[in-house]
């Protein structure tokens, strides 16, 4: 399951940000970006499998770094954007956003089994359910765009994404940190 989630995550990460790029999208480049450090959280999720549980506290740690920074980059890009940035295609946001969202759905869903069984299995949970959300926003913010003209429901919702994924970073850092704690009792 894992590995599936790592393969499309990664393809997901190719595609959002190539066309985030092209288009001119900060919420797809966002999300785009908010892929592969999902990817990256199911590599080191595989690599904890068959480890400890001080490893796998460690892996969960990890991925939640890699989420706050991303979630850091993502807010400082929105700012850049905001003073210097293009009219996104908004058909273009509406699409690949809604192909990610199938797959982040089905992704999702295969993980909902095991969503509480160790803390590296919950941070891959939190991500995918991170990317449900951050997709549903970026075609929603497709639309308001399209609608209107206007670029900056696009960078509001790249910045909505940047403040989303370091709310999730923080709970990933506090369930490991609740993990450990219980262990330790």
Aim: glycine share 8%; hydrophobic share 55%; net charge neutral.
């Amino acid at each position: 399951m894992l590995w599936i989630a790592l393969v499309l995550n990664g393809a997901m990460f190719v595609v959002e940000t190539i066309a985030g790029l092209r288009v001119h999208s900060t919420g797809l480049i966002a999300d785009g970006l908010d892929m592969l450090a999902d990817a990256s959280a199911y590599a080191i999720a595989l690599s904890a499998v068959n480890k400890g549980a001080g490893f796998k506290s460690n892996a969960a740690i990890l991925s939640g770094t890699l989420l706050l920074l991303l979630g850091i980059g993502v807010v400082i890009d929105v700012m850049r954007r905001l003073v210097a940035g293009e009219q996104p295609e908004a058909s273009w946001m509406i699409g690949v956003s809604s192909v990610a969202l199938a797959i982040n759905a089905t992704i999702l869903w295969l993980l909902s089994t095991q969503r509480r069984d160790e803390a590296h299995l919950q941070a891959t949970w939190i991500f995918t359910r991170a990317d449900v959300v951050a997709n549903i926003a970026v075609i929603l913010s497709g639309i308001a765009v399209l609608l209107t003209g206007s670029r900056y429901f696009d960078l509001a919702v790249g910045a909505a994404i940047g403040i989303y994924v370091i709310k999730e970073a923080i709970e990933i850092f506090r369930s490991t940190r609740a993990g450990r704690a219980s262990t330790c009792n």
